[in-house]
């Protein structure tokens, strides 16, 4: 089993950034594909990015594309997720997620492990 804890959420306004962690604990998640994922209120989970197990490939949705950059360094197992140029439609909760896998996809289903969250709000 992991367990995954986000931490770095806040209240930000327009324009400005904010850095998100996942740390991972109970066993390594070094050989893992891990990403992020969002929920706005009222709406359904949405992908925001994933990385490969060792970092070397990156994939972000069209809506963070640009502005969030998704990383990771296994020695301290934790997942990052820095988001600069921030909106108020990024105003969600903010989940990172792991599968047991290398690569992964933009599929909330086809994760094996979720974090609980962390509020991130943008105000205009």
């Known amino acids: 089993q992991v367990q995954l804890v986000e931490s770095g959420g806040g209240l930000v306004q327009a324009g400005g950034s904010l850095g998100l962690s996942c740390a991972a604990s109970?066993?390594?998640?070094?050989?893992?594909?891990m990403g992020w994922f969002r929920q706005a209120p009222g709406k359904e989970r949405m992908f925001v990015a994933h990385?490969?197990?060792?970092?070397?490939?990156?994939y972000y949705a069209d809506s963070v594309k640009g502005r969030f950059t998704i990383s990771r360094d296994n020695a301290k197992n934790t997942l990052y997720l820095q988001m600069n140029n921030l909106k108020p439609d990024d105003t969600a909760v903010y989940y990172c997620a792991a599968k047991n896998a290398y690569y992964s996809g933009t599929y909330a289903g086809d994760y094996d492990y979720w974090g609980q969250g962390t509020q991130v709000t943008v105000s205009s």
């Open positions: 990385i490969s197990w060792n970092g070397g490939s990156t």
């Open positions: 109970k066993r390594t998640v070094s050989t893992n594909a």
